[in-house]
């Protein structure tokens, strides 16, 4: 997809995706995710070496 | 892993304004679901008619296509797809050509109109001689006026009895608003699933009114369906904020959106009659139909320096 990043983040403990999105700025109402190739809710747990894909799909116009 | 409300499977999706998780074939049912309500609750659609749908390539009109194809062939209605480009470098090209894609695959029969061959000039080119004219108009009034002209015009071309749109829940909530900050009454008192038949207009209909933009998204991630996702070059202006203020409010007070919604839908009765009716006349320069002397679209083109001279080419493609 067109303007892809990647970033790598640390995760401590008990985080959820909806905290990930938080950290990045993200309204979750702008986003879908995918946790390791699966669309997710943003209240499952991410853990470490998680692959996160942070989908901007409300982009307006 | 968190578990579907309904069948156990593995959740995709927390409807947080329902208080269910859903997986994503619970998901899929429930978008599929909602449409056909609306359909049925509002009488948007009767068995037969021939139906027209907007589509620009984005998530939503081409989901809302492929509803709607499903739902016409169990109701033995006829479909046809309109795109209109606008001339917009860079973007309309490309979601122009998903349209056509996605229209092929359903066998949709599939009418491109262009504000270039329609209007003699691009939204690129009325937005570069608006700023230096210094009309006041930015691109999103001369991109929604004319858009809309030509919508209308194209499925009274084609003989449709509706014209679908795929207006979402956010979208309707974010004219909702709009139009209160613009103290619009007439607009406002306007909004609802479906315009009613005024001579000249075909009557509009929104039957994902009641779905909310990121479960559109959804829904075509999960079907892989194949969308358009660019942003438009001139997407910004009071348009965003609003937008952006609303999906902030929704994290923070689900539900927000929807009883935005039902608020406005209960209050709409109670408005009957403070907009006083006015009769259809024909836009003296162009013969659209319009409630005062000339049509918004030539009044915008006029101030542009053009003339309306419309002329829509509306031939299906060779395979149709």
């Keep these: 997809m067109a303007g892809q990043r990647t970033r790598k983040l640390k995760v401590i403990g008990k985080t959820k995706v909806a905290d990930v999105l938080k950290k990045l700025g993200l309204a979750r109402e702008t986003v879908a995710v995918k946790l390791n190739g699966k669309i997710a809710p943003e209240e499952e747990t991410v853990k470490d070496k998680d692959k996160l894909e942070v989908l901007l799909v409300v982009t307006g116009g | ?320």
């Design chain 2, 1 to 320: 892993m968190l578990r579907c409300s309904l069948c156990g499977r593995q959740a995709a999706y927390n409807r947080r304004y329902a208080g269910v998780l859903l997986c994503d074939r619970c998901l899929v049912k429930s978008v599929e679901r909602k449409f056909r309500r609306s359909v049925a609750e509002h009488s948007l659609i009767s068995p037969s008619e021939k139906i027209a749908v907007a589509v620009s390539g984005g998530k939503d009109s081409v989901s809302c296509m492929h509803m709607l194809a499903d739902y016409c062939g169990k109701k033995n209605c006829e479909l046809v797809a309109i795109t209109v480009d606008e001339g917009v470098k860079g973007y309309r090209g490309e979601s122009v050509r998903i349209a056509r894609e996605n229209t092929e695959l359903l066998g949709v029969p599939h009418f491109v109109v262009s504000f270039k061959q329609a209007f003699g000039v691009t939204l690129d080119e009325m937005v570069r001689i608006a700023e230096k004219k210094k009309t006041g108009f930015g691109p999103c009034t001369y991109c929604g006026v004319m858009r809309r002209s030509l919508l209308n015009q194209a499925a009274r071309e084609l003989g449709a009895q509706k014209l679908a749109t795929a207006h979402n829940l956010d979208d309707e909530v974010q004219t909702i608003m709009l139009n209160y900050i613009r103290a619009d009454f007439s607009r406002l008192y306007r909004l609802g699933p479906a315009y009613p038949a005024r001579e000249g207009f075909v009557p509009r209909i929104k039957p994902l009114r009641e779905v909310p933009e990121k479960e559109m998204a959804l829904y075509a991630l999960l079907k892989k369906i194949n969308v358009h996702l660019g942003v438009c070059p001139y997407a910004g202006g009071i348009h965003s904020e609003i937008r952006d203020f609303i999906n902030r409010l929704e994290e923070n007070h689900t539900n927000s959106k929807f009883m935005m919604l039902r608020m406005f839908d209960r209050m709409k009765p109670q408005l009957l009659g403070a907009v006083p009716e006015f009769d259809m006349k024909k836009c003296e320069r162009c013969g659209e139909p319009t409630s005062s002397e000339s049509c918004k679209a030539c009044e915008l083109l006029e101030g542009l320096g053009f003339a309306k001279s419309v002329d829509l080419k509306l031939i299906p493609p060779a395979h149709f």
